[in-house]
């Protein structure tokens, strides 16, 4: 008993010097401060399903082509079967109510609305999940005005008595219109996967008309008159696109297109750019390190004035084989291989204007084959901080008549082009060559003068260059064609066949683009220009002494987008030839002095 009550006061003396347990509300088990009574099972009461909100997806979404397939059944599982128009929230992040002249996300979009999402542009699948229409219209205007050498009409005076010698007037004013309507339908997954197949349609309205200061240039009849007005329709793109095979896991395949097609062979569009009827197999290969093509083409002619295709064969045959290595040698550049086989056969042609161009219109008149074959190599990409664009061609094969060595000839030529380009800020300061070898001989039997297939060059000025935009005219064929840097003597780039006795090129080029603003850039060059050989020419033009320096050609000009994107684009430029003394030589033979030639130009592309 007495150790129980000593015991007591202990224990009593314990629990009043032990630390107190404190436990936090939201640890208490809620159940402790109520009966609780488990429910029977079958008494249980089901959540409710979660039902997912049904928002817009940002843009213009169109109608899904999808039906439910199945419902939903608990709040586990919530079935979207349009996994493209899943939608977001109406999100206004400025509060000023979405305006058009500011850029904001989670738009809401219409039909008419080409700047954000579309279902109409190939943004939202317009059949099930993998079928996607992009429907382009296309509103495509060009304005020039130019002066160009232009004879006088052998039939009858000069309607202007202070002609010199035997070239008049030689102002030009041109205006095309297109109207471009183009549906591309194509099944798949979406960009990074290649389309399982593809299907595209280009239809092309166009109107043009050339106003001239002269007679018989419109039309060798002299009662046609000064001017020629001209509607045409095209069906210029039409293929059908089918994968064979996918060959890795990273997305490498091999296709097959069949139609009327864009191809450019090569960086610039030295050797050939154009639309026509072929068949191409092309694909990727490690990781889309390396691509290649094989295309083989039936061509169709042209319509002399629009340069749009016709259904009627052209009776030429073209195959071209290339191989893209990416990252060669440098990163970021690209290392080219090609081969062009171009089979262009017997013809006689009249154009849509009555003028000769199969065979040409120069010296001995004779239906004839031409076969070339084309080797090349070329490079685009950057160094370090210089980019490099680069090209070199040597081309083989028979001229079975040349018209102007009169004889049949060998071909063998060669083209050479390098850009270097350094990048300071927002300048870019370019600098270039490009040389063509020209034919020393007409009558050795070897032509030596470097001709393309269907060049459309996108160099030392490119399209703003008065020397590569301008059609400049020789006695019946062409000194140099429109966008073309060869003066090759052929009738027309666009019909006629490659001729291979010219005297040949050299080019040396400075030019600067600047970037002023994102949506305003500007274009500066000055282009000198040389023949490589005159001896052809000299053949051509019964002309004695003819020196090679041809002028300078300087031009300037200007890109704006409004919208920083390819839905409007106003491109103009302004160009003049300086005349040197070799290219006085044959359009002022008398009197030594050629006026220099202007040219201007205003392109106005509306793309929905």
């Keep these: 008993m007495l150790i129980l009550c000593l015991l007591a006061p202990a224990a009593t003396l314990a629990q009043q010097t032990a630390p107190q347990r404190v436990e936090p509300p939201v640890l208490r088990d809620p159940r402790a ?62 509060g000023q109510g979405h305006p058009r002249d500011f850029e904001y996300p989670f738009v809401p979009g219409n039909i008419w609305d080409p700047y954000h999402q579309n279902v109409l542009k190939g943004d939202y699948p317009i059949l099930g999940q993998h079928n996607f229409l992009t429907l382009t219209v296309a509103d495509l205007q060009i304005i020039e005005g130019r002066q160009v050498p232009t004879p006088n009409t052998p039939f009858e005076s000069a309607p202007d008595p202070e002609s010199e010698e035997f070239f008049g007037n030689p102002n030009q004013f041109f205006y095309a219109h297109n109207i471009v309507v183009s549906a591309d339908w194509v099944h798949g997954d979406g960009v ?24 018989g240039v419109v039309n060798p009849d002299v009662r046609k008159g000064r001017t020629r007005t001209q509607g045409d329709y095209a069906l210029e793109e039409w293929f059908l696109e089918t994968k064979l095979a996918d060959l890795s896991p990273d997305y490498d395949f091999v296709s097959v297109r069949g139609g009327s097609q864009p191809f450019v062979s090569d960086f610039k569009g030295f050797i050939f750019a ?32 629009s340069l749009l295709n016709t259904f009627d064969d052209r009776d030429q045959n073209t195959v071209i084989m290339n191989y893209y ?109 490009f040389g063509a070898s020209g034919d020393g001989d007409a009558n050795d039997g070897e032509a030596t003068g470097f001709d393309t297939i269907f060049d459309n060059p996108n160099f030392a000025g490119g399209q703003f260059s008065y020397w590569q935009r301008q059609q400049i005219k020789l006695l019946g064929v062409n000194l140099v064609n429109r966008m073309s840097l060869v003066p090759d003597l052929r009738s027309s780039k666009f019909q006629g066949q490659s001729n291979f006795v010219n005297p040949g090129l050299h080019l040396v080029n400075f030019g600067m683009d600047t970037e002023v603003t994102p949506k305003f850039r500007t274009i500066a060059n000055i282009n000198f220009l040389w023949f490589d050989q005159t001896e052809a020419l000299e053949q051509f033009v019964f002309q004695d002494g003819i020196h090679n320096f041809i002028g300078a050609d300087l031009s300037f000009g ?46 106005i592309s509306l793309v929905y």
């Design 192 to 215: 990074f996967k290649p389309a399982d197949w593809r299907l595209k349609v280009t239809n092309i309205f166009n109107m043009n008309v050339l106003n001239v200061g002269e007679l």
């Design 325 to 433: 290595r990416q990252d060669f040698i440098f990163p970021g550049f690209t290392a080219q291989l090609s081969y062009h086989y171009n089979e262009d056969g017997p013809s006689f042609k009249f154009d849509e204007n009555d003028f000769l161009i199969r065979p040409d219109p120069a010296g001995v008149f004779a239906e004839h084959k031409v076969r070339a074959h084309y080797l090349g190599f070329a490079s685009e990409g950057h160094i370090n901080r210089i980019n490099v664009s680069q090209a070199c061609y040597y081309v083989t094969g028979k001229d079975a008549l040349n018209p102007i060595a009169g004889s049949p000839q060998n071909i063998h030529a060669w083209m050479g082009a390098l850009e270097l380009s350094y990048d300071r800020d927002w300048i870019r300061f370019r600098s270039s060559y």
């Design 558 to 603: 200007a890109e704006y987008r409004p919208r920083l994107n390819n839905n409007i684009i106003i491109v103009g430029g302004i160009s003049a030839l300086v005349p040197g003394k070799g290219f006085a030589d044959i359009y002022r033979p008398l009197t030594g002095n050629a006026n220099t030639l202007v040219g201007s130009f205003l392109d």
């Design 33 to 94: 401060d109520q009966d609780f009574v488990p429910l029977p099972e079958y008494a249980e009461e089901p959540d409710p399903i979660l039902k997912w909100p049904v928002d817009p997806p940002p843009g213009f979404t169109g109608r899904s082509g999808i039906s439910p397939r199945e419902e939903q059944e608990n709040s586990h599982f919530v079935p979207m079967e349009d996994r493209w128009r899943i939608g977001m929230a109406e999100y206004d992040r400025y």
């Design 274 to 305: 154009d639309t026509n009827r072929a068949l191409r197999l092309f694909g990727t290969r490690l990781a889309n390190r390396d691509q290649f093509n094989l295309i083989v083409l039936d061509q169709n002619e042209k319509e002399t004035n």
